[in-house]
C-alpha cells in the first residue's frame, strides 16, 4: 500500500448508534494519529499511538470515544452512543515515529449523525 | 483548541501572482509544518521547518520561521489554478509529537 487508507469513506449512522472507523497506516510506520475536522476549522488532535499504546489521547472529547491498535498497526477508532455534534471528517494519519517527521494523512472518514 | 491562527482566513489572486499566507502560534515549538487539503478531504504535507530554521525553499514555495515572532509565512511564486485549496500551518511543541492546526487559510486562484 502507497498510502494511508481509511475505511468507510463516508458514514451515516442515526444519533444513539455505535461506530467503528478503520485507519491502515504506511507500512513500517510506528506512530498512528487520529484527528477530526469540523466543517471551516483546523483537524483537532484526538489520539497518537506509539506501536500498541496510546502515548497521548489527551484530545478524546469523552468516554465515548476510544481508539485501539492492538497489533501496532491498523487501527479502529469506535464512537459510542454517537450525538449530531460527533459529525465531522475523521481524519488518520502514519509517520516514522519522531516528532521531526512527516505525518501523512488519509483521505478521512466524513461522518454524519442524523 | 487551536494554537495557531492564519491570516488571511481567505485570498484570492490571479493566475501567476504570488501569494503569501501567515501563521502565528503561541508556544515554544519544535518544528512548523504547512498543509495543503482540497475539497475537506485528505491533506498533503507540503514543508516542514524545524525552529533552528528560518527560511526554506521547495520548488515555487517559500517558508519563513521567526520564532521571536513565534510567526510563519508560506509564499507560492507564479500561481497556478491547481494550487486553488486551502492551506494549513501546524505546530509540533516541544515535548509532543501531535500537530496542531490552525484554522486555514483558502485560497483561491482566478484564470
Known amino acids: 500500500g502507497a498510502g494511508v487508507s481509511q475505511t468507510p469513506s463516508n458514514k451515516v449512522t442515526e444519533k444513539g448508534k455505535y461506530v467503528e472507523l478503520r485507519c491502515d497506516p504506511i507500512s513500517g510506520h510506528t506512530a498512528l494519529y487520529w484527528y477530526r475536522q469540523s466543517l471551516g476549522q483546523g483537524p483537532e488532535f484526538l489520539i497518537y499511538?506509539?506501536?500498541?499504546?496510546?502515548?497521548?489521547d489527551s484530545g478524546l472529547p469523552n468516554d465515548r470515544f476510544f481508539a485501539v491498535r492492538p497489533e501496532g498497526s491498523v487501527s479502529t477508532l469506535k464512537i459510542q452512543r454517537t450525538e449530531r455534534g460527533d459529525s465531522a471528517v475523521y481524519l488518520c494519519?502514519?509517520?516514522?515515529?519522531?516528532?521531526?517527521?512527516?505525518?501523512?494523512f488519509g483521505p478521512g472518514t466524513r461522518l454524519t449523525v442524523l | 483548541s487551536q494554537q495557531g491562527e492564519e491570516d488571511p482566513q481567505a485570498l484570492s489572486i490571479q493566475e501567476g501572482e504570488n501569494a503569501t499566507m501567515n501563521c502565528s502560534y503561541k508556544t515554544s515549538i519544535n518544528n512548523l509544518q504547512w498543509y495543503r487539503q482540497n475539497s475537506g478531504r485528505g491533506l498533503v504535507h507540503l514543508i516542514l521547518?524545524?525552529?533552528?530554521?528560518r527560511e526554506k525553499h521547495s520548488g515555487r514555495l517559500r517558508v519563513t520561521l521567526d520564532t521571536s515572532k513565534k510567526s510563519s509565512s508560506l509564499l507560492i511564486t507564479a500561481s497556478r489554478a491547481a494550487d486553488t485549496a486551502s492551506y494549513f500551518c501546524a505546530t509540533v511543541m516541544i515535548g509532543a509529537q501531535k500537530l496542531v492546526f490552525g484554522q486555514g487559510t483558502r485560497l483561491t486562484i482566478n484564470p
Open positions: 494519519a502514519s509517520s516514522m515515529g519522531l516528532a521531526m517527521d512527516t505525518q501523512y
Open positions: 521547518i524545524r525552529s533552528n530554521e
Open positions: 499511538f506509539q506501536g500498541t499504546g496510546a502515548a497521548d
